[in-house]
């Protein structure tokens, strides 16, 4: 019989649990790790990892069926043929959309980070000092020099390729060899090296592929199959990284098929003591004991747990004596920018097909520039020569057209500009004690737009990118805004955030929710701001300082 | 289910158009009965005929013939056609699509050159037909830009569009940011 008591409690097992469930175990804490989905064993169940296309009936696309199953997966590319199982179900998991919200899911062991983009950017102080600055929503509570040393070590352990640039607002680090430009783009960044005084640089995408082996795992094949899970265990995810190093210790339980319904708090002691877990398969209870809980379930999982806990001390759950619980929804916005054709490469080609692209990182209002928007955006983009799928608007049948088809086409090359969301308290989550899942759990309520600031940026969004490629020589130069709605960046950040003062915030600056000390909320639900750059990495460096500091509390029986 | 039926129609009709003289030359009948044979092995998909795919792998090889690499029809591409017809087209260009196919009821007779002039004519239509709609598709598309679409998709991600029209590695070892390209060069096709 499986003990029901351990010293700690991480709830999820994405990006942010994984490195909880490593950074406790480590430290010789015995952990009961759980994750609401099933498991996924790493190499043994990327069932289509070497699959070529034509192994998919529909090559990789989407039926009509799919679409019938997947309403909110369907608005946008995750919805496919390769790796469907791994995109939570729409039906068995719904949500209140107030005002259209695309809340794209992974619920198995590894969560999200099995198909995650990989981007991976430090926060600067341009981003922790921004909202004291502005005198938007509150302060962060921490800043640069508190994290730096926790992105060097979650660096060295997740294995982040990427170039040394010395830009104050993209901070160096860690990083592996990074995956060069491709000559294409090699051109582009060359030329703007001496245009917009050198402020809109073209550097190598930094990503979470390593290009060096690290212990277990082998260096990136350039295959550029990433959300198929990798055999060669060559980006990070729980399974190739944080899971094995949790496992080694022997401290490590995980517990698949285990929705948590609820923390349970103690009112007298002030302290959370456990949790309550519903397995998802036979709809069993149980309760879990533990010193330290991690909530790790995701921003808006984690937040949906609080909402439903302690209800009967605080009616709006654990957190909301601050009032802001569920506040202050943040996304990046995007799918917005330019491309077009580069002239003149046509006996230039590459090899292999790397897992990331350039990045611009962020120039506006910064330096002393000031735009009619607050904050910013960075790009990612790229620069190839087109296949076949250009000749499907060409003129032309027969044998010259199809040997045409089959060899590579324009060089093109162009960015999307990912931007700074404000963050807003009328963007916010909350039960919807009127719907219920599968499980018998209220539903999340999502109500959550974009603004004006939002809409101001976008402008520059896409017109610096067409004005960029026009300075650099490129051709048939081409803008677009293909339309974004909060969620769709996948990049959900806020609701339960950190702050200084216990009226105005739910966690203080080691992620400690205020009324519950021995609760520590460390995905992306403690945001006080979104930054432009993606997130995740900053996940990791805020869990293992959190990690860090509940280790040292336990020993000085603080929680 | 193709019956005999079908097969002495086939013979029959090729015999009208092309003469009799021709008609009895042992080539020209091998390659019907080759061709039958062949559609014999079809199998129906969604509300698609054996005849129909037959037909699709006809305009499919049309558009993309044996060059130095095997042609549409070598991959299958009606039956994939059909596939994606029926599994994941919306109603509307699943209408148009199976419109255009009966506008091709007769291309089954025509002699290679004037199936190629037939595409040809109906290629330009949907280029300027396409070219002219406004983006977004408000209106339906042509039913050849469709069908185009389909035979690109279908050959180039197939096995043989993959594997020997383009140049594939599963797993590539390393990334070469500029290697020389000389004219005539297939692609390097893409992963999954």
Request: net charge positive; with cysteine; proline share 5%.
């Amino acid at each position: 019989m499986q003990s029901q008591s351990y010293d700690a409690i991480v709830v999820g097992s994405g990006i942010s649990g994984g490195w909880a469930a490593k950074e406790l175990t480590e430290k010789g804490l015995r952990v009961l790790m759980l994750e609401r989905g099933k498991n996924i064993e790493h190499i043994r169940d990327y069932v289509n990892t070497t699959k070529g296309p034509w192994e998919y009936p529909h090559r990789g696309g989407r039926t009509r069926a799919m679409e019938a199953a997947y309403p909110v997966l369907k608005r946008d590319y995750p919805l496919n043929e390769k790796n469907l199982d791994w995109w939570a179900s729409d039906r068995e998991s719904p949500y209140t959309e107030v005002k259209r919200f695309d809340w794209y899911r992974g619920y198995h062991v590894g969560g999200r980070s099995l198909m995650w983009g990989r981007q991976s950017y430090r926060h600067s102080d341009f981003d922790f000092e921004a909202n004291a600055k502005e005198g938007i929503a509150i302060d962060w509570p921490l800043r640069y020099a508190d994290i730096s040393p926790w992105y060097d070590y979650v660096e060295k352990h997740a294995g982040i390729s990427g170039s040394q640039e010395g830009m104050p607002q993209l901070p160096d680090g860690q990083f592996l060899p990074a995956m060069p430009l491709n000559c294409g783009e090699e051109v582009v960044a060359g030329k703007l090296k001496n245009l917009f005084d050198g402020k809109r640089r073209i550097i190598p995408g930094r990503t979470a592929n390593i290009t060096q082996p690290l212990p277990g795992r082998g260096a990136c094949q350039y295959r550029n199959a990433c959300w198929l899970g990798c055999p060669f265990g060559a980006y990070f995810s729980t399974q190739s990284s944080t899971l094995p190093a949790a496992m080694a210790t022997g401290r490590l339980t995980l517990r698949p098929f285990a929705i948590v319904t609820e923390v349970i708090y103690d009112r007298n002691k002030k302290r959370a003591t456990g949790v309550r877990v519903l397995d998802a398969v036979s709809n069993q209870t149980t309760e879990y004991t533990a010193k330290v809980i991690f909530l790790c379930a995701s921003t808006l999982n984690s937040t949906w747990l609080l909402l439903r806990s302690a209800t009967d001390i605080w009616p709006g759950g654990l957190g909301s004596s601050s009032g802001v619980l569920g506040q202050n929804l943040m996304d990046h916005h995007f799918r917005v920018g330019a491309s077009g054709t580069l002239e003149g490469m046509e006996d230039k080609y590459y090899y292999g097909r790397r897992p990331t692209g350039f990045y611009i990182p962020r120039y506006r209002n910064l330096f002393g520039e000031k735009r009619d928007y607050l904050r910013g955006f960075g790009y990612q983009g790229g620069g190839s020569r087109s296949g076949w799928s250009r000749a499907v608007a060409e003129l032309g049948v027969g044998g010259a057209f199809k040997d045409m088809a089959a060899q590579p086409g324009p060089w093109s090359i162009g960015a999307t500009a990912f931007g700074e969301m404000l963050p807003n308290p009328a963007n916010r989550v909350s039960l919807d004690k009127t719907k219920k899942d599968k499980w018998g759990l209220p539903v999340l309520a999502i109500d959550c737009a974009t603004g004006e600031n939002e809409k101001a940026m976008r402008k520059d969004m896409m017109n610096d990118m067409a004005e960029t490629l026009e300075a650099a020589g490129i051709k048939n130069v081409r803008t677009y805004d293909a339309g974004y709605w909060p969620g769709m960046g996948i990049h959900e950040m806020g609701t339960a955030r950190m702050g200084r003062d216990p009226k105005t915030s739910v966690l203080n600056g080691h992620n400690q929710v205020w009324d519950a000390p021995n609760v520590f909320v460390t995905d992306g639900s403690c945001m006080v701001s979104a930054s432009c750059v993606n997130p995740s990495l900053t996940y990791m460096a805020l869990t293992a300082r959190a990690a860090d500091f509940a280790v040292n509390e336990l020993k000085r029986q603080n929680l | 289910m193709a019956s005999t039926m079908d097969r002495r129609e086939a013979i029959k009709t090729v015999s009208m158009l092309l003469g009799g003289a021709f008609a009895t030359s042992s080539g020209l009948l091998g390659a019907v009965e080759r061709a039958h044979a062949r559609s014999k092995n079809l199998k129906q998909v969604g509300a698609f005929t054996a005849q129909d795919i037959a037909l699709l792998d006809e305009v499919a090889d049309t558009i993309l013939p044996e060059t130095k690499t095997p042609g549409a029809k070598a991959a299958h591409t009606g039956a994939f056609m059909a596939l994606m017809v029926t599994d994941t087209y919306s109603d509307r260009d699943a209408a148009t699509f199976r419109d255009g196919l009966k506008q091709l009821s007769g291309f089954m007779q025509l002699a290679p050159a004037q199936r190629t002039a037939r595409l040809e004519q109906l290629d330009r239509e949907a280029k300027t037909y396409m070219d002219a709609r406004a983006p977004g598709g408000g209106t339906a598309s042509h039913f050849f830009r469709l069908m185009k679409e389909l035979t690109l998709l279908g050959y180039f991600t197939s096995e043989i569009g993959v594997t020997q029209a383009q140049r594939y590695r599963e797993t590539p070892g390393r990334f070469d940011p500029c290697e020389p390209y000389t004219p005539g060069e297939s692609a390097w096709a893409g992963h999954a």
